[in-house]
T-cell receptor, first 115, second 112 residues
Framework: DQQVKQNSPSLSVQEGRISILNCDYT??????FLWYKKYPAEGPTFLIS?????DKNEDGRFTVFLNKSAKHLSLHIVPSQPGDSAVYFC??????????????FGQGTILTVHP | DAGITQSPRHKVTETGTPVTLRCHQT?????MYWYRQDPGHGLRLIHY???????DKGEVSDGYSVSRSKTEDFLLTLESATSSQTSVYFC???????????FGPGTRLTVT
């Protein structure tokens, strides 16, 4: 049972345009969401996060939107740059001490930004 | 950079042999995690630790054991490696009072 799903395995975007990566979740207990970026042969790197008490969080070119009623979040990258080409993972966590901060990841989306 | 190293970075081993992967951190983080990454599955949690000698199972723990005898080291052991355990293994730490995890560079394990 995949509790966090990224239904688009890949996305191709032109440099300077917007990239939109999507993520859906099924577990209503999730209340903290994160996006990671991964280059080949490296570990994932943290990009941006959002708590369920918010519907938007922005950090430079990256904005994450959360729609709790739809159990959907998205990552917007504007403007997209060739260096953004990587695999992007969304992840979810349940707040509270007994969860120990465990993350549940989606399958990943390969973003390719063309010059 | 959260001061996380993993060793070895690459390993090829035969089916049935034991294998131990090491995760080392230098910043005294309490929480540590082991994940495996496979195509089509993203990252899946194998085991995690919330302190010295305090560990618990994750989503895909069968065939794996862990130990944490000191804060800085979290060991993942495959008691008898199988081809299904061919994967890339990542260790992560969590910063206190956040949900953000920071990952090591990974270990690519091939079981032949």
């Amino acid at each position: 049972d995949q509790q966090v799903k990224q239904n688009s395995p890949s996305l191709s975007v032109q440099e300077g345009r917007i990239s939109i990566l999507n993520c859906d979740y099924t577990n209503s207990m999730f209340d903290y969401f994160l996006w990671y970026k991964k280059y080949p042969a490296e570990g994932p790197t943290f990009l941006i996060s959002i708590s369920s008490i918010k519907d938007k969080n922005e950090d430079g070119r990256f904005t994450v939107f959360l729609n709790k009623s739809a159990k959907h979040l998205s990552l917007h990258i504007v403007p997209s740059q060739p260096g953004d080409s990587a695999v992007y993972f969304c992840a979810a966590s349940i707040a509270g001490g007994t969860s120990y901060g465990k993350l549940t990841f989606g399958q990943g989306t390969i973003l390719t930004v063309h010059p | 950079d959260a001061g996380i190293t993993q060793s070895p970075r690459h390993k090829v081993t035969e089916t049935g042999t034991p294998v131990t992967l090491r995760c080392h951190q230098t910043e005294n983080h309490r929480y540590m995690y082991w994940y495996r990454q496979d195509p089509g599955h993203g990252l899946r949690l194998i085991h995690y630790s919330y302190g010295v000698k305090d560990t618990d199972k994750g989503e895909v723990s069968d065939g794996y054991s862990v130990s944490r005898s000191k804060t800085e080291d979290f060991l993942l052991t495959l008691e008898s490696a199988t081809s299904s355990q061919t994967s890339v293994y990542f260790c992560a730490i969590r910063l206190a009072a956040t949900y953000e995890q920071y990952f090591g560079p990974g270990t690519r394990l091939t079981v032949t």
